[in-house]
């Protein structure tokens, strides 16, 4: 069974710094892309990183909203996939989702993350 | 960019009736779509991939169909678990998903 696990959110202030994880099991991590996405009332489901396979050297790609603020990256040998998340905003508040592939197959249950004073 | 029209933003349909929801991508997207169901307090569940691919375990009164930029998603006999909202989602160029519909029981 495919599954994927998040962790890492709480609140945090305005300018902080923050790191999530997404733990997969059930099928082989390193042959498939993984994202983040993050989900909020006001701007709905929004995609935020993509890490791409070894084979891609590792390519990545961002949401201009998260671009030079957000880094993503994986580690095959754990089946895991982060998203470090600096100078955060008060508009990064969500649920973050880590889902695989392109077509997003799976996704997580999603950890929260709340930027406030 | 592209942009992602999904229609009706929200509806109210009966119990075995047929119900169709649309995305209208602003370039071809190569069927490289796929459609979520969210219910709430719950993460987004994939249906279809590649426009009309079924997720193995979901029910084939879901389905999908389209091409270049205009794609739907059907639900052939309306059944009182499908309420909640669907997404669409383009992976031809980046990403990006529908503002959704929220399908409730009339």
């Known amino acids: 069974e495919v599954k994927l696990e998040e962790s890492g959110g709480g609140l945090v202030q305005p300018g902080g710094s923050m790191k999530l994880s997404c733990v997969a099991s059930?099928?082989?991590?390193?042959?498939?892309?993984m994202n983040w996405v993050r989900q909020s009332p006001e701007k709905g489901l929004e995609w935020v990183a993509e890490i791409r396979l070894k084979s891609n050297n590792y390519a990545t790609h961002y949401a201009e909203s998260v671009k030079g603020r957000f880094t993503i990256s994986r580690d095959d040998s754990k089946s895991s996939v982060y998203l470090q998340m600096n100078n955060l905003r008060a508009e990064d508040t969500g649920i973050y989702y880590c889902?695989?592939?392109?077509?997003?197959?799976?996704w997580g249950q999603g950890t929260s993350v709340t930027v406030s004073s | 960019d592209i942009k992602m029209t999904q229609s009706p933003s929200s509806m109210y349909a009966s119990l075995g009736e047929r119900v169709t929801i649309t995305c209208k991508a602003s370039q071809d997207i190569n069927s490289y779509l796929s459609w979520f169901q969210q219910k709430p307090g719950k993460s987004p569940k994939t249906l279809i991939y590649r426009a009309n691919r079924l997720v193995d375990g979901v029910p084939s009164r879901f389905s999908g169909s389209g091409s270049g930029q205009d794609y739907s998603l059907t639900i052939s006999s309306l059944e009182y678990e499908d309420m909640g909202i669907y997404y669409c989602l383009q992976y031809d160029e980046l990403y990006t998903f529908g503002g959704g519909t929220k399908l409730e029981i009339k």
């Open positions: 889902t695989r592939y392109d077509a997003m197959d799976y």
């Open positions: 059930g099928f082989t991590f390193s042959n498939y892309w």
